[in-house]
């Protein structure tokens, strides 16, 4: 019997960009595109794979582009790279990126502390951003982070978040992407948003990215699809956070929004490969895993199909 979460929405795998931005240690060029290539051999339908931010800023991120360049044509349409300014598109778009994410926050003082420019500075630069991606033969989504709350303002007003979006300036973006940057947002809160920007700004793919901070990572995803959201984003054993937005934590773990979706290309077998895929990326980091999903997969309830077969790891097995 077939358990999927109606309304539908794929998953966006962020681990490679987000999940990675507070981490201590490298991965290699070679190890991303391994990373990449199991996640669409596993059936994820979109992956970001890295960020043009400045390397002495954000380490882990330095070798984006010679990720990009190992990728084939066909890999790269199913990844986005984050960007910030018009000449980050025209640089990855050299290397072969297609699809970009520019983004920005909705609060003045987070895009200050993240991209070193004011909100409006930044939404100002994005018809040339949509020009270089178009130019590229790629397409550019809108990004909004700081959508519900800034770590130095507080709330943010939902008619902050919809005067960006109606922004005619942000004309030629194919996505909207709502940011619960800090994981404070409440499911309540993150439907009304998703809602609104639904039914009051132009049409576009809405794509919701949330954090688990405060526990409610999985429940907002759910709110978020309900309400709208076609596209959400998770990383693998819940990594992530923003290294300019105290009080971030981990993003969304990719192994529970699917245990919790249920997509049609998902299995107890590809589930299990992903469970394994995250565990390894996640000693090598020496990072903890996060994932409820991933650790009830290691569990010694093994009449139940998502249990991963074998029983469980001893390194990986917190059952009582």
Known sequence: MSFTFEPRAALRDVTLRDGLQLTGKMLSTARKVEIVRELVRLGVPEIELGSMAREDLVPPMANTLEVVEQLTPEELERCWIWVATPGHVAKAAAAGARNFQYCFSASDSHNQANIGRSTEASLAALPQAVEYARAAGGRIQLCIATSFTCPFEGLVPEDRVLAI??????????????????????????????????????????????????????????????????????????????PFAPGASGNTSSEDILFATRP??????????MVELSEKLLAELGEPNRSKSAQGARSKAEAFEWVIAGGPDPACDRSS
Do not use: K, M
Not at 176 to 201: F, H, K, M, N, Y
Not at 264 to 273: C, D, Q, R
């Open 264 to 273: 049609g290309w998902l299995t107890p077998e590809s589930f299990g490969a």
């Open 165 to 242: 979006a109606n922004d005619p300036r942000a004309e030629g973006t194919c996505d909207i992407v709502i940011c619960d940057t800090l994981g404070q947002a409440v499911p309540a809160q993150v439907a009304s948003l998703i809602r609104r920007v639904r039914e009051e700004t132009p049409a576009r793919r809405i794509v919701y990215h949330g954090h688990d901070t405060w526990g409610l990572g999985v429940a907002n995803t759910l709110a978020a699809i309900s309400a709208g959201a076609e596209l959400v984003d998770g990383a693998l054993g819940g990594l992530g956070g923003c």
